[in-house]
């Protein structure tokens, strides 16, 4: 489908297998009262019918712009584009006092019919009851546009501008009501330039030994320099000693430094009588013993070290397992605007617009629509085709979202005749082809990125 407007003529009410194809397409559309004024570009067909409906299509055109006899048959008009529309309340006449009113769009879908103008499920202006009928904006159009009255409706895409003779509104500040979204001029779009990441910082971890405690009573035994302590001293328990006889040294006959004399059994008794008989010593080899409460105690701050020392280790494994899947859930995709052109092994791809509508005809979504229109190129040796699930939605936290199925409700089928939206299924080869990808996600959701599966390292920023 190429870019440009693209209108079907249709009746309310009438059963879908009566209505005709889309007509199209055209560079900009003017409706006003009784008359359509339209600039084609080239003939189009929109969607697979056959020749009798698209000769009836072609004549109600004419008929709609004056140049066959009896007038429209049909009505009532749906404008689509795959681009966005873009419409302006204008007098075509550029009579006194009509000063076009500020833009309004894009919108997927508008319908014109003899009592009103709906964009995407929101009434945006209503016939007056004088004489001219002219067109009364409503509060979906903006605030500020409130009570507005003009007498025509001009359509534009993306990529192309208005009839000649509807000139720019002279306004400078547009309304911020929701409905009045600024339209950007058609002009190559350059995409941002990719964003740049820092990767996060690694925390300084700083080990802190357990603190030991001492009991206020406990006395400090230094052993000698050549001593070895083995487990099987420090369980050897030996009753406590006699008291002291008279062949025991005095104070005054003892060496100042306990490192300086030998220890005897002697020497010892008051010591071990003190520490309940808990220290023993071997002559021969050397060897000091430690109580069992000493023990347990230095057994005990091993084991807390060994724990501490463990639960940083887990801690460092899992902040750097989670620092790397975010730094490279951040940069290993090249992430690019719209209208940017995306090469894959089979398909050229492009998204050429996007869009939100909660309902589309009788569909209506369990949050919000997001309509993404995709041109892709067959590039292979023959025909091909696309299924909806080449494509993935994904927010900024990385979480993916699937699109609606070609068999969803949204698409036009005998369940909904009214979508405009049609899956296209073949791809000929070096044929542009447009479709439209549909996403049904949260209302809140924003920052989202298009990814294609064919092209996983390359993004489209949607937000």
Excluded at 30 to 35: H, K, S
Excluded at 192 to 199: L, N, W
Excluded at 355 to 383: E, H, K, L
Excluded at 418 to 424: A, F, K, N, R, T
Aim: aromatic fraction near 6%; proline fraction near 10%; charge should be neutral.
């Amino acid at each position: 489908m190429e870019t440009g407007l693209y209108v079907t003529f249709f009746t309310a009410g009438e059963p879908s297998e009566s209505e005709l194809p889309a007509v199209g397409p055209f560079n900009c559309l003017v409706v006003r009262q009784g008359a359509l004024v339209a600039d084609r570009r080239s003939v189009s067909q929109a969607g697979d019918f056959g020749g009798g409906r698209w000769i009836e299509a072609e004549l109600e055109l004419q008929r709609a712009l004056g140049q066959e006899p009896g007038g429209a048959r049909r009505p009532d008009m749906r404008i689509a584009a795959p681009a966005g529309v873009y419409l302006r309340f204008a007098s075509f006449e550029n009579a006194a006092g009509d000063e076009p009113l500020p833009e309004l769009g894009p919108y997927t879908i508008v319908v014109v019919t003899r009592h009103g103008v709906e964009a995407d499920g929101e009434a945006l202006a209503s016939r007056s009851a004088t004489r001219d009928r002219s067109w009364v904006v409503l509060r979906a159009g903006g605030r500020a546009l409130v009570g507005a009255v003009r007498p025509d409706i001009a359509f534009r895409t993306r990529s192309t501008n208005y009839h000649p003779r509807i000139h720019p509104a002279r306004l400078v500040a547009q309304p911020s009501a929701a409905g009045v979204r600024p339209a950007p001029p058609p002009e190559r779009l350059v995409p941002p330039a990719a964003p740049v990441i820092k990767p996060p910082a690694v925390p300084v971890v700083t080990r802190v030994d357990a603190p030991v405690i001492r009991s206020p009573a406990e006395p400090v035994i230094r052993p000698p320099a050549a001593s070895v302590f083995t487990p099987s001293a420090a369980l050897a328990f030996t009753p406590p000693a006699p008291p002291p006889t008279a062949s025991t040294p005095t104070r005054s006959q003892q060496s100042d430094s306990v490192e300086d004399r030998p220890l005897t059994d002697d020497a010892l008794s008051p010591l071990r009588a003190r520490l309940g008989g808990a220290l023993r010593t071997d002559f021969g080899a050397e060897q000091t013993a430690v109580s069992t409460e000493e023990l347990s105690r230095r057994s005990a701050r091993r084991w807390a070290g060994f724990v501490l020392v463990g639960a940083m280790v887990l801690a460092l494994g899992a902040f750097g397992a989670l620092a790397i899947r975010g730094s490279l859930s951040n940069t290993s995709a090249n992430v690019v605007g719209i209208g940017k052109a995306i090469k894959g092994a089979q398909f050229d791809y492009m998204v050429v617009s996007v869009s939100r509508a909660p309902d589309v005809s009788a569909a209506r979504a369990q949050g919000v629509y997001v309509i993404v229109f995709v041109t892709a190129t067959n590039r292979s040796s023959g025909p091909a085709t696309l299924s909806p699930t080449n494509f993935r939605l994904i927010d900024g936290g990385g979480a993916q979202y699937p699109p609606l199925s070609e068999s969803d409700l949204v698409y036009q089928s005998a369940n909904n005749p009214g979508s405009p939206l049609v899956w296209m299924t073949s791809y000929a080869v070096g044929q542009a082809v447009s479709t439209p990808v549909i996403f049904d996600v949260d209302a809140t959701l924003r920052g989202v990125q298009l990814m294609i599966l064919e092209v996983p390292s390359v993004r489209v920023r949607l937000d």
